[in-house]
């Protein structure tokens, strides 16, 4: 069982930045960043690989950067040039064995670990 503990949220206005962390309690292949806005369902946002390889979804291209420290089992989302339709709560996720890779790097099922979750918001 890995448990993960999203901090770094909070309120910004348009144009603004911020910076997500997850601290994993335990080593994962594959961690994500997705995020579910009212009335919406949770879509994926970002995904790194334990090698490093990345997947964004096309709304945060050029404006998101995630990476992760292995060493600290931490996962980072740099949030930049916000607007305010990236205002969700966003949530930390991280897979459990490499046989969850038959799932796409952006769908829910490829992951079994959940953080709480954390809020967004983008002011106009």
């Known amino acids: 069982q890995v448990q993960l503990v999203e901090s770094g949220g909070g309120s910004v206005q348009s144009g603004g930045s911020l910076r997500l962390s997850c601290a994993a309690s335990?080593?994962?292949?594959?961690m994500g960043w997705f995020r579910q806005a009212p009335g919406k369902e949770r879509e994926g946002v970002t995904s790194?690989?334990?090698?490093?390889?990345?997947t964004y979804a096309d709304s945060v291209k050029d404006r998101f950067t995630v990476s992760r420290d292995n060493a600290k089992n931490t996962l980072y989302l740099q949030m930049n040039s916000l607007k305010p339709e990236d205002t969700a709560i966003y949530f930390c996720?991280?897979?459990?064995?490499?046989?969850?890779?038959?799932?796409?790097?952006?769908?829910?099922?490829?992951?079994?670990?959940w953080g709480q979750g954390i809020q967004v918001t983008v002011s106009s």
């Open positions: 996720a991280a897979s459990a064995t490499y046989y969850s890779r038959t799932y796409t790097a952006l769908d829910t099922k490829r992951y079994r670990y």
């Open positions: 790194i690989s334990s090698g490093g390889t990345t």
């Open positions: 335990g080593y994962t292949p594959d």
